[in-house]
């Protein structure tokens, strides 16, 4: 993970980099594999938006400017088929809508100032989940900010040369690509998945955005599957609240 | 890059901007808005442990949907498979690096083969 540290500012990230010792090894590993997987994922990005008719520049700058895959996928499809661009991006924002209650969910690890700006431009699925995975609160900004810039660096850099080389990797899905970005997240999420009370509620909201998919827009779905919360509410997990007995 | 001069779907750049910048501006707004709100209240140990666990919610419905489906319909069998085998591997504590490179081979091959 160095390299990528070292690209970036070194005089303003010197305090994540010390923070990066607080990360163990396997986890710099398992970060530098998901930023291959964006980094490919990247370059199919760009490939599909110039062959369906886009200007180079246009995956170059929405890659680095929104930051967020499966909306700009979204977008360009939507486009691609004669879509407003405007409804193309409304679109675009109700899937993305899942960022917001992210950031509710992650410990404090942006920071303040210039610094929570961009800690917030690089939240996504990658780095909340990589910051999640991790035990004490220096490993979890430590992978945050590591997974969040390397995704900054990764996506864009893996969009630029998929536009520039076009049409010649057309077809991705040749190669399996598509069931990495699927795999990257359930990889990630199984150690959380591995309690019982979570994984039935993970389940059940799954369940509940694959039965709206046929019906509603995209991004619409996983926020409904937010709803499985409230099954997990009415068990009474052993960390809910219990209401105590007033003591006479 | 010379379809791309014949099936450009926008002509108008101008509106292909705002899209963009609807689109980044959003996003960037969601993402501030979390850590915002949080920086104004404090939460109990129980309300941080059902935000966690909506994000856990969250990340499995995007992991279903995006394995299982494409726009709204169902997307064939080659994808859910080659992610249920990472799946899998993930979950007997496989290295990070087999099970997303086996869930790629693993729909690589099924396409081969011919599924859809």
């Given amino acids: 993970m160095g390299s990528i540290y070292r690209t970036i500012d070194p005089r303003a990230l010197r ?14 590993r398992d970060i530098a594999l998901a930023l291959l997987a964006v980094w490919l994922i990247g370059l199919s990005y760009g490939a599909i938006a110039v062959a369906s008719g886009f200007p180079l520049w246009f995956p170059a700058a929405q890659s680095f400017l929104v930051l967020a895959g499966a909306s ?24 993305n809508a899942r960022h917001l209650p992210y950031g509710l969910a992650l410990p404090d690890v942006l920071g303040s100032g210039w610094r ?9 699925d990658e780095s909340v989940v990589f910051a999640l995975a991790q035990d004490d609160p220096p490993a979890k900004r430590a992978a945050f900010w590591a997974c969040g810039l390397g995704v900054l660096i990764c996506w864009p850099g893996g969009a630029i040369p998929g536009a520039l080389i076009g049409t010649a990797v057309r077809d991705t899905s040749a190669l399996g690509l598509d069931a990495m970005f699927p795999a990257v997240i359930l990889a990630l999420i199984v150690p959380a998945l591995r309690d019982r009370p979570t994984r039935r509620t993970a389940l059940a909201g799954a369940a509940i955005a694959l039965a ?10 996983v926020l409904l599957a937010l709803s499985a919360l409230l099954s997990l509410i009415s068990k009474r997990p ?3 609240p219990t209401r105590k007995r007033p003591a006479r | 890059m010379a379809d791309s001069q014949a099936a450009r779907p926008v002509k108008d750049t101008t509106l292909l901007i705002a899209g963009m910048g609807t689109l980044s501006v959003g996003t960037l707004a969601f993402r501030l808005c979390g850590p915002l709100l949080r920086e104004r209240l404090t939460f109990p140990p129980w309300a941080e442990k059902l935000l966690e666990t909506a994000a856990v919610i969250l990340l499995a419905a995007l992991v279903a949907t995006t394995a299982l489906t494409q726009g709204h319909a169902f997307v064939g069998p080659s994808r859910p498979a080659g992610v249920l085998v990472g799946g899998i591997l993930a979950w007997r504590k496989a290295p990070f690096l087999v099970v997303v490179l086996a869930a790629a081979a693993t729909t690589a091959v099924l396409r081969l083969l011919g599924v859809p």
């Fill in chain 1, 15 to 28: 305090s994540r980099v010390s923070g990066a010792s607080a990360l163990p090894g396997s986890a710099r």
């Fill in chain 1, 72 to 95: 700009e996928f979204l977008f360009i499809g939507i486009v691609a088929t004669g879509g407003n661009p405007i409804a193309a991006a409304l679109a675009g924002l109700l899937v």
């Fill in chain 1, 116 to 124: 929570r700006i961009l800690g917030a431009h690089v939240m996504n």
């Fill in chain 1, 212 to 221: 709206a998919t046929p019906w509603l827009p995209p991004g619409l779905p």
């Fill in chain 1, 238 to 240: 052993s960390w809910w």
